[in-house]
C-alpha cells in the first residue's frame, strides 16, 4: 500500500480510481426504513469504474470545489432521479484504503423513500433495494461493510 508523506490534492479532467495516493472527498447518503434497512444501489456490470457490478450506498465523488451538502443534494437527483429531499448531516469518516487512496466521507441520513419512487434508476444503476445491514448482498462495492464499522467508531481513521 502506498504511505505517502503528504495528501496532495490533484484536480483530474477524468477521475481515475487507480491513481495511486488519491484524496477522494465524498458524500453518501443513509437512507433508512423503519425496519433499519438501508438503501442501496446496484451498478451496472458495464459501468465504468470498480463499483460495476456491485451493491452500494448512495454516495459520489465531490466535484472540484463542491461543498459535500451540494454532494448530498446531487445523490437525489443524479443517482436516485427524484427532487432532493430533507437530509440531515450524520458524520464524517476518513478511511486509507489499501489500493493507495485516503477517503474523506460526510455522511449523511434521510428518511425512507417509497419504493414505487425508486422505480427509475439512473443510467449506469441496475436497481435499488432496502436491506438489513447484518445480511447485506454481494458483491458489495465502496466498503460498506467498513463504512458500518467505522460508523461504530466515530473519530478515527479507518483501515
Do not use: C
Not at 460495476?52 to 451540494?70: N, Q, R, S, T, Y
Not at 440531515?88 to 478511511?95: A, K
Amino acid at each position: 500500500m502506498a504511505n505517502p508523506k503528504y495528501a496532495v490534492l490533484q484536480r483530474m479532467k477524468k477521475h481515475d480510481f487507480n491513481a495511486p495516493d488519491q484524496l477522494h472527498v465524498s458524500s453518501f447518503v443513509f437512507i433508512r426504513n423503519k425496519k433499519g434497512e438501508i438503501l442501496l444501489e446496484k451498478i451496472a456490470k458495464d459501468f465504468e469504474g470498480p463499483a460495476a457490478g456491485k451493491w452500494v450506498i448512495p454516495g459520489l465523488v465531490l466535484k472540484f470545489g463542491e461543498h459535500p451538502d451540494e454532494g448530498a443534494k446531487r445523490v437525489f437527483v443524479e443517482e436516485l432521479e427524484i427532487k432532493a429531499r430533507p437530509f440531515r448531516f450524520y458524520q464524517n469518516q476518513s478511511h486509507l484504503e489499501t489500493n493507495g487512496h485516503w477517503d474523506i466521507l460526510y455522511i449523511y441520513e434521510s428518511d425512507a423513500i417509497p419504493e414505487s419512487q425508486l422505480r427509475k434508476p439512473a443510467k449506469g444503476i441496475d436497481k435499488f433495494q432496502y436491506y438489513n445491514p447484518a445480511k447485506l448482498p454481494k458483491p458489495l462495492g465502496y466498503g460498506i461493510k467498513d463504512i458500518l464499522m467505522a460508523e461504530k467508531k466515530p473519530g478515527k481513521t479507518f483501515k
